[in-house]
């Protein structure tokens, strides 16, 4: 049963940082593309950065940087510099054998 588990968010002040753990189930990390999604109020889900099979990531806030760890089966976003404008609830993705999976997420709040 593949299983998605974020932990990490909160509150920070603006300019700090934070770093988001997506660990994993029922299936190897390393074998699939992995994604986080940022919903911050009132919006849709957006592509905030993506990891393939072979390690090569893409940040598309270049603030937030994506990693994994394969031993652990565990998937990583460290966020620093944080903006206000970073608000919102930080979703792990995986494609997995067909099927889309969630983790449940987890809420990040930056505020003075």
């Known amino acids: 049963q593949v299983q998605l588990v974020e932990s990490g968010g909160g509150l920070v002040q603006p300019g700090g940082s934070l770093r988001l753990s997506c660990a994993a189930s029922g299936f190897t990390v390393s074998n699939y593309r992995m994604n986080w999604f940022q919903q911050a109020p009132g919006k849709g889900r957006e592509l905030v950065a993506t990891?393939?099979?072979?390690g090569s990531d893409i940040n598309y806030v270049d603030r937030f940087a994506i990693s994994r760890d394969n031993a652990k089966n565990t998937m990583y976003l460290q966020m620093n510099s944080l903006k206000f404008e970073d608000t919102a609830v930080y979703y792990c993705h995986a494609y997995v054998r067909g099927n889309n999976y969630w983790g449940q997420g987890t809420q990040v709040t930056v505020s003075s």
């Open positions: 990891i393939s099979s072979d």
